[in-house]
Nanobody, 121 residues
Framework: QVQLVESGGGLVQAGGSLRLSCATS????????MGWFRQAPGKEREFVAA???????DYATSVKGRFIISRDNAKNTVALQMNSLKPEDTAVYYC???????????????WGQGTRVTVTV
């Protein structure tokens, strides 16, 4: 059974940084596509970032240059380093995994429960 458990969310002022982590189990991380999505209050869930098993990276335009996705196959974790945070980054962030792809417009097979990020002015 695949499990994804996010951590690292919290409250931060605009301009600050947070690092989200996703602990995985039940899948072979080295061959999985991993990513992060977010859902802001009153909005649909949206793609944030993805990393393929080969290390190819993909980012939403809104976070490019500020967020960095990475993976540690030995520790079975995926991280999202979020810098220069803005109030509009406030959302629940979800870790996602799929054997074939993680990208905008496609629902991954597996989801975590989410971790809340609140960015204040």
């Amino acid at each position: 059974q695949v499990q994804l458990v996010e951590s690292g969310g919290g409250l931060v002022q605009a301009g600050g940084s947070l690092r989200l982590s996703c602990a995985t189990s039940g899948l072979t991380l080295s061959t999985a596509f991993m990513g992060w999505f977010r859902q802001a209050p009153g909005k649909e869930r949206e793609f944030v970032a993805a990393i393929s098993w080969m290390g190819d990276l993909d980012y939403a335009t809104s976070v490019k240059g500020r967020f960095i996705i990475s993976r540690d196959n030995a520790k079975n974790t995926v991280a999202l380093q979020m810098n220069s945070l803005k109030p509009e980054d406030t959302a629940v962030y979800y870790c996602a995994a799929d054997p074939a792809r993680v990208r905008a417009g496609v629902n991954p097979a597996y989801w975590g429960q989410g971790t809340r990020v609140t960015v204040t002015v």
